[in-house]
């Protein structure tokens, strides 16, 4: 069993920056692929960014350029810096933790991003 905690989160103005951290908790932390995703008022759970076991980033289209995910395994730590905040951005964030063996994914209990305009 994973247990996920999610850190950071608030609110700001467009055009600041905010960070996430996550920890891990059980499993093997560095053999699974870390991953935030995020859920706006009336739409769907999406993949923001994540980070694979052998180094591997991905990143949502609308968040190249602006967020930056990286992991650190001796913490069991996933984090998200995200920086050029829009309104679009606003969104409850995610903690993921994707397990190959079993393909079993676990979640946080999320954290709130608000930006405004």
């Known amino acids: 069993q994973i247990h996920l905690v999610e850190f950071g989160g608030g609110s700001v103005q467009a055009g600041e920056s905010l960070s996430l951290a996550c920890v891990s908790s059980?499993?093997?932390?560095?053999?699974?692929?870390m991953g935030w995703y995020r859920q706006a008022p009336g739409k769907q759970r999406e993949l923001v960014a994540s980070?694979?076991?052998?180094?591997?980033?991905n990143y949502a289209d609308s968040v190249k350029g602006r967020f930056t995910i990286s992991r650190d395994n001796a913490k069991n730590m996933v984090y998200l810096q995200m920086n050029s905040l829009k309104p679009e951005d606003t969104a409850v964030y995610f903690c993921?933790?994707?397990?190959?063996?079993?393909?079993?994914?676990?979640w946080g209990k999320g954290t709130r991003v608000t930006v405004s305009s």
């Open positions: 993921n933790a994707h397990v190959h063996f079993s393909a079993l994914d676990y």
């Open positions: 980070a694979g076991p052998t180094g591997t980033l």
């Open positions: 059980g499993g093997f932390f560095e053999y699974n692929t």
